[in-house]
């Protein structure tokens, strides 16, 4: 299955990335091209469902930095180094043939310039090096190479920012882009799927609970099911006092964070023990389990991991993530789907959750937990409206019609 990994960056940068994406298997780019890298951060609130993100260059990636550890897929950003200034350097110097002393440049950080300079033992003048850095507006980097070449203080310019480079192509001063090798976008492509493939792989891993009832009470079927459908786990009794719960990290970890388990905690009044074990197998998850029960008082959870970390006590922990039902976004999609904004919601943290951005009308009615046709009615709602789309279909194991595939077509991070 290809990995699907949404790109922000500059339309130039766009075009360059596009015709080296093309030799790697199992790639799908969705863009999200800017202008100017000041509108990363607004982009970054319109990626539809996806694997992973990647930005196109340090600037985009400072303009988004703070909001980065708010969307629930790996990212990557494609880093200046000293090979990216090296092979600029090389390409100016055997194709227009100028002297370094006439060259003006635009960089991340200065020292790489400096490295590259004292790695091939070059003595004589400098190059006129101006730092980016994200409190810096662009337009002020593109004045300084302007006045240098007014000033006849150069031939050429090097710049790090497509923005200046179109405006330099304006004035008529020769210029040209910093050159990202293209072994190092390939290898930022293939981290980027790799990273992708992890977290995946890590949000499938096993993990086992165990309830704990005192044994002079009786536990009410009722409540041990809605503890199931928050975990999307499936259970087995031990004892007469005791289940085992089974599910994966992606499950617990977001109903933690959501807050569904604790809220559902307090509806309990048996002095209960829950607590959870991550593991690479079911046995080692259980025995983790055991061993955070040790741990566990009445109405709290404990989680003990495969590197034997202990987490919690939940509900006392930070983990927090609140239903976007206030979201304006979310308000317009539930006027013009009339759908409620809490099923918006629901559909937006389905998607979330899932290991990969396609669906079927099963997968979601499983999640929601209604029947068939009400969720062929919602999906018929988001197509209509333009925000799911088919993309395909797949065969059953059973006879009978084959099931549509779905994607949602609407920003969901």
Known sequence: MSTKIAVICSKAFMKRITSIA???????????????PEEASILLKQ??????????????????????SEIPIPWNYIKQDETAI?????????????????????????????????????????????????????QAILQHHIALWNAQSIDFVITSIHSVFDELQKHQIPAMRIIDATNSI????????????LTKSESVKAVVGILEIPENHSFDT???????TATHSTYKQITANSFELYTTAGYLQNTLAKENLQSLMQQIEIPFKLAFGFGHS???????????????????IFILDEHKNLLGPFPKSEIKLALKTDDPDVLKMAKLTSLSPLNISKIIDFSQERQSAQ?????????????????????????????????????????????????????IY
């Open 47 to 68: 990626i539809r469902p996806c694997d992973a993100l990647l930005l196109g260059g340090t600037l985009p990636y400072l303009h988004v930095q703070s909001s980065l």
């Open 186 to 197: 390939v290898q930022h492509l293939e981290e980027t799927r790799s990273q992708s493939l």
């Open 282 to 300: 079911i046995l080692e998850a259980s025995q983790n389990a055991n061993n955070a029960l040790t741990f566990a008082k009445p109405c709290e």
């Open 86 to 138: 090296s092979t600029t350097l090389l390409s100016v110097m055997a194709n227009h043939a100028i002297s370094l002393s006439r060259i003006s440049i635009d960089v991340m950080n200065p020292i790489f310039v400096e490295n590259v300079l004292k790695d091939i033992e070059y003595s004589g003048p400098r190059p006129f090096i101006q730092q980016i850095a994200v409190t810096r507006p662009t």
């Open 22 to 36: 093309q030799n790697i298997k199992n790639i799908q780019l969705e863009f999200y091209p800017y202008s100017h």
């Open 359 to 411: 669906f079927t009308a099963y997968n979601l009615s499983e999640y929601l937990q209604v029947t068939r046709r009400t969720t062929e009615r919602i999906i018929k709602k988001l197509v209509d409206n333009g925000y799911a789309k088919v993309v395909g279909e797949e065969m059953t194991h059973q006879q009978g019609r084959p099931r549509t595939i779905y994607e949602l077509n609407f920003a």
């Open 222 to 228: 009722y409540i041990l099911s809605k503890i199931t």
